[in-house]
Structures are given as C-alpha cells and as structure tokens.
C-alpha cells in the first residue's frame, strides 16, 4: 500500500525543527511520499507575517537538499474556508486506495475537539502525534482519551499498511525553536541563523520580513 505523511503548518517561517522532525520521522517510517501542507493565515494577521507566496517560497529553499519531500498548495489555492477535514477528503478522494497520515503535534491532538469536524478526521486518516514532553503535564480531554483509547496503536506497520483510523505517538526529538519565537526574536534584532536553513535565513534577510 502506498504510505503519503501530511504535515501541515503554517511554516511563517519554516525552520530547523521542522526539517530535523521530519527526517526523523522519515528515518522512523519510512513514508512513500511526505508532503509539506502549508495552511491558509487566519484573515486577520499583523502585517508583519510572511504572505502566502512567501512562505511557500521559504518551503522551496528549505527543501531543496531534500527531494523526497515534496510542497501540497492545495489548502492555499481554496476561494473557501479551509478547514483540514476538507483538506483530508481531497486526499482520499485523489489517493483513494493509499494510506493517508496526518502530523500533528501533542499540542494539536489536545485541542482537537476544537477542530471542525474532528470526528471525521480519523475515517480519512492515521494520525502521527509528534509527542513534546512540555504538554504531557497537561490534561487530556476527555473525549481525546476516549480517541486514543479507541485508535490508538504505535506500530508503525499498522500506520503505514491502513488507509485510516490509528493513532502513533512518537517521539521525534526534542527541537527548541518555533516559529512564533523566531518572528520575535527577528523583529528584536536577534541572531536566528542556527535556527534556520541558510536558505532560509538568506531569504527572510534579502526580504525584509519579520521586521
């Protein structure tokens, strides 16, 4: 069966973490295809955040040194409120006989009741839980646990073999940068380079973003 991992973000911007994450998820895994989703920006946004075209740009330069992993624009070219049980049903709809698994962070699975849809989501896809040791303290809501209880299996064979319906927590490595911190820490002037692709950096500077 064909395996595609979906990591969605905002990526604004795409950083290190990101990019470690996903190599160890790959190492791990071993996904036939691993695509990068970035999402739309909420309507109302300081203006100080990357455009659309931007950060899909910064993706391209970050992936460069990585061929396998490839950039879905889908949620970007919707005229509609995009919501990720749309964006999921037009994955079924096109790989119809594949395994499809979402990425998420520990965070995302706690505020998932809060999702449109939530419930659809685990019918149209695995859900892969980057676990983070900073939100383990923190409840789980009761109708999460019931989820895991119900779907939750860490075999990897089972994530890759079935089109839906499993639950993995995983431990990706601990990375601590995100983009929020870094969009601050350039407004104030800070050193970033380590956190980002040189690519990235290069980009963001020649930009003017993030100011």
């Known amino acids: 069966m064909h395996s595609i991992a979906i990591f969605g973000g905002t990526f604004d911007p795409v950083h290190n973490g ?52 490839k950039i879905d624009t889908r949620e970007l070219d919707r005229d509609t409120p995009s919501y990720m049980v749309y964006t999921l049903q037009s994955f079924r709809q096109e790989y119809t006989d594949s395994s499809l698994t979402l990425i998420i962070g520990y965070d995302g699975l706690l505020t998932l009741p809060q999702w449109y849809q939530w419930e659809k989501i685990i019918s149209l896809a695995n859900l892969l839980v980057i676990n983070r040791e900073e939100f383990f303290q923190q409840p789980v809501p009761k109708s999460v646990q019931t989820l895991l209880n119900q779907y939750r299996n860490d075999d990897k064979n089972i994530l890759l073999n079935h089109h839906a319906g499993s639950i993995c927590l995983y431990n990706a490595g601990h990375y601590d940068i995100s983009s929020t911190k870094i ?6 002037h800070k050193d970033v380079k380590n956190n980002l692709p040189d690519l990235v950096y290069d980009y963001i500077k020649k930009q003017g973003l993030y100011q």
């Open 18 to 69: 990101h990019i470690k994450t996903s190599l160890a998820i790959q190492a791990n895994f071993g996904f036939d295809s691993y695509y990068f989703l970035p999402c739309k920006s909420p309507a109302i946004k300081p203006p100080s955040f990357a455009s659309s075209e931007q950060r899909v740009e910064m993706l391209k330069l970050a992936l460069k040194p990585y061929p396998d992993f």
């Open 183 to 188: 969009r601050e820490q350039l407004k104030q």
